[in-house]
């Protein structure tokens, strides 16, 4: 073993054949844990009660669509939102069977049902979309199901506005989804 002027050694610290450092694998694994982390953090804190359901209902999508981009992102699998007046589900796409499904293995993509008073108005590239209380439709087959918001694993999404109202129209909250995965949040008094 050689030493330098300095009394170090001069060998490399790794041996031939083994590589120091972090794997790829290792490194997404990582990244996934903490954006379920972070996502869980933000649904808890975006969840908290306030005054007024279609505020809360409008914090909570936000928090899940910016989490279902993440998702998408990281597991390079595409997502989907499928809107009643009642509620939501989140959906994903299947390249083998060429389907769309329901997500119900992850609690955080769980079915979601409003409020009895709120309810949904969605937009999507300018048109509005008829959306029904998921009891009025009849079931879908998996050949039927399809979202009227996608969330692809490029980080684009379909563009939508979405209202969630109770009471008023003119009261209620609105969601943007822009075609660059961004996703912003107005407030009745912004959104004027």
Do not use: C, N
């Amino acid at each position: 073993m050689q030493k330098s002027a300095t009394g170090l050694s001069t060998e490399p610290l790794a041996r031939p054949g083994h590589a120091s450092g972090f794997s790829l694998i290792e490194l997404l694994v990582v990244i996934v844990i903490l954006a379920i982390t972070a996502a869980m953090v933000v649904l808890g804190t975006a969840t908290l009660k306030t005054g007024d359901p279609a505020e809360t209902e409008s914090r909570r999508l936000a928090a899940l669509l910016q989490f279902v981009a993440e998702e998408a992102l990281v597991q390079g699998r595409d997502y989907g939102v499928e809107f009643f007046a009642d509620g939501y589900r989140f959906l994903s796409w299947d390249p083998d069977t060429r389907l769309w499904s329901v997500v119900d293995d992850e609690a955080a993509l769980r079915r979601r049902t409003l409020p009895p008073d709120v309810e949904l108005v969605l937009a999507v590239d300018g048109r509005e979309v008829v959306v029904e209380p998921e009891g009025r439709r009849a079931p879908a087959a998996a050949e039927t199901l399809a979202p009227q918001v996608a969330v692809f694993s490029s980080g684009e999404l379909t563009p939508f506005e979405l209202f969630v109202v109770e009471g008023f129209a003119a009261d209620a909250w609105v969601l943007r989804g822009r075609m660059d995965g961004e996703v912003i949040l107005l407030s009745p008094q912004e959104a004027r």
